[in-house]
């Protein structure tokens, strides 16, 4: 397997984001500093494909003047105050009736987005507010742990939200803080009813007593297991939860039901939440119809007209007393940490034999009997996982430079790793019948049999699409070998149960995820080249990792109906889609033909790593065959470039899947191939690193994803200007 820095080069062909997520910075309007680097879109609380909130409009990032929102761009309920000294200011969801705090400074990794915050006391409109000094700082950082290398550990599907306050002109200020959430995170509609409930937990009676923690617990009241509307799944809960503690360091408060004007008033004056708990259930929102009255100063008002607003919104909310805060408290006594959190069970309804459909569970209930043990465990778990992810994003970093010098590589890679994992679930695989499946050691986590299901984010959310699956490949290499196995095993186990009959790869198991129920009815997306291409090199991945020998050696015959299936249908495919689908079904297209000539010279590896030799050398021998035929056909004839389809002297597109060929150490293609895409790409290169098509990013053959760029860049060879182009340099 090539060295770390040679998969690094391709870790962009993973990645799960528009060429917009990878803008270089903006200076931010209000004077805000950070590194040289942000996203067009925050990860705020981002752990699976239900549990994501982003900040995603404007060009500064400013959380104080921005609502969170889910990935769809719906928007969700979560704000935050903080009381200096008595006197309040928002910081976070845009909570126009205050002050706004002055966001100073943006960081991000990997695994968190750090926001500063500078308050100071209220602002004298006849003084500029660059002329108030700030009392104290706030840090607020959003942690969605990274921790590929414990499995577990990076299946559970809750975040943390940390807040650190500290004196900022050295003298100490009385400090209380506030958060708050709705009902936005179980559903996008406004009108479906929610309930909630909160439990405690205390230890105080135990030898070595532990702090005592709350949980506060929110659900649509109609459950519908499996369903969902507009990408949000209308089953389980979300989690607000907290640590307690001694009320001589910080007083802890809390609400639950109650409307969030109210609980945010209450704050304000009080600085807690003396609520009791609200028994009413409602709709998520209740808006009524307010007429707005004109300015006073209008010459000629226009007509009142009605406005429906808000004017009731149940909410979880917490208030943190921090006390005095100086300069000499330690960080302690000055910091709170908040659990956040989607939990659901089942996880994802799954076609087997016999057409029998099974709920798997999630990878959690292995260890945890109920969800609030869960949550507990996850409070008590933030010091560990905030030292491994930090361990991880630092390693992230280093090297990534090592493949191109500077920051954008890491900066690319770090704000889509959080993309990436909350894409994939893991679920358990030791459901009724599959006793001798479940013993592979290759799905085994802490014992238990494991798969990770996928859903395919920002498009028509199929569930476990091979071709979504494919790109990943990399990171998963660098990152998390253990979850290609359980990555491919779903696929396995549908296509053995011989309910699906076309013997290409399938696309995927499912219209909509979390429905792995399988293509029955044999209609299928018209991808059987690419799909069938994906799977193999994946297969050979694993193998060449040592993950999944007994995998492959339990499905090797499925192998060999898909390899045989490419020996006729490689050369000159018919008219069907690539893995940019979005384009439609195009005839020829080379991309294509790369694609199952590396899909066959993997077959001649699994075979032989499996014993079988003359299999091997017949698909080894067709691949070097087609490679040849390929080459006389497939090229342009000023030789400047390989053409996006036979015959067609104009077409281009960035042939991405040649990296299989380096990855693996084929050397199906000679370097003089190589030499000439590298010179193509610097030619057509845009600033930010989109490589186009002919049609400036119009026709069929568009090289504009992230991944696709990232795919081009990432070959043994490329030179560092079309990395560089890759990152969005153009020098």
Known sequence: MPATTTLLSLLTLTLATTPDAVQAIRALDDGTSARPFLPTV??????SPYLGAYLQDGPDKDLAEMSPRFWTGAPLGWTGLIRVDGHVFNWMGNLTHWPAANNTKFDHTASSS??????????DPARPAQAEPAKVYLDATFLSPV??????????????????????????????????INGLWCADSEGLEVEWTSYSKSYKDQRVP???????????????????????????????SAMSFDEDRILQTHAAGQDGNLTRTTFAQTGQLDLPLNQTFRPIRTRAAV??????????????????????????????????????????????????????NPMVQYMTAEETVVELEPLWTSRFANETDLVGFHLFDYSHVLTASQSWDAQLYTDAARVHPGQAYGDILAVSTRQIFMALEAVRADYPGAEELSSAPSLLVDGTSTMTMLKEISSNGNCQTVDVIAPVLPFLIYTAPHMIPQLLEPVFRYIATGLYRPIPTPHDLGDH???????????????????????????????????????????????????????DNT??????????????????????????????????????????????????????????????????????????????????????????????????????????????????????????????????????????????????GASTAVRGAGCGRSD
């Open 210 to 240: 532990r702090p005592s923690w709350t949980a506060m617990q929110l659900k649509l009241r109609n459950q519908q297991p499996f369903v969902e509307q507009d990408d949000r799944i209308l089953h389980g809960s979300v989690w607000y």
């Open 114 to 123: 750090i926001f500063r915050f500078a308050i100071g006391p209220p602002q």
């Open 513 to 567: 995820y979390p429905n792995a129920t399988g293509r029955n009815d044999f209609i299928y997306a018209n991808l059987p080249l690419e799909e069938s291409g994906n799977f193999l090199a994946m297969v050979l991945a694993c193998l060449r990792l040592g993950t999944c020998q007994h995998q492959t050696q339990t499905y090797y015959e499925i192998l060999v109906q898909w390899a045989d299936w490419l020996l």
């Open 291 to 344: 007429v707005q009255q004109p300015p006073e100063d209008q010459d000629e008002p226009a007509p009142e007209q009605p406005t429906m607003v808000v004017v009731d919104e149940p909410v979880l909310a917490w208030a943190h007393s921090m006390g005095y805060v100086g300069p000499k408290q330690s960080y302690n006594s000055r910091t709170v940490t908040m659990s956040i959190g989607h939990l659901r």
């Open 571 to 716: 050369l000159y495919p018919d008219e069907q889609r690539s893995t940019d689908d979005f384009f439609g079904p195009t005839p020829n297209q080379t991309s294509l033909v790369v694609k199952g000539i590396m899909g066959l010279r993997s077959m001649s590896e699994i075979s032989i790593s499996l014993g079988q030799t003359n299999d091997s050398m017949r698909y080894r021998d067709k691949a070097n065959e087609l490679a040849r035929e390929f080459l006389k056909i497939g090229v342009a004839n000023d030789r400047t470039h390989i053409l996006g389809a036979y015959g067609n002297q104009s077409s281009w597109s960035t042939q991405y899947n040649l990296y299989l060929d380096k990855l693996f150490g084929f050397k199906l293609f000679p370097e003089w191939v190589y030499e000439m895409q590298d010179q193509w790409y610097l030619i057509q290169a845009g600033v930010f690193g989109g490589l186009p098509d002919a049609a400036g990013g119009r026709g069929p053959f568009l090289a504009g994803r992230v991944g696709d760029d990232g795919g081009a860049a990432g070959v043994d």
């Open 147 to 180: 921790t590929p290398h414990d499995p577990f550990r990076q299946a559970l599907p809750l975040s943390y939200l940390s807040l650190t306050v500290s004196s900022a002109d050295g003298e100490a200020h009385q400090v209380e803080l506030y958060t708050d």
């Open 42 to 47: 925050v990860p705020l609380a981002v752990r």
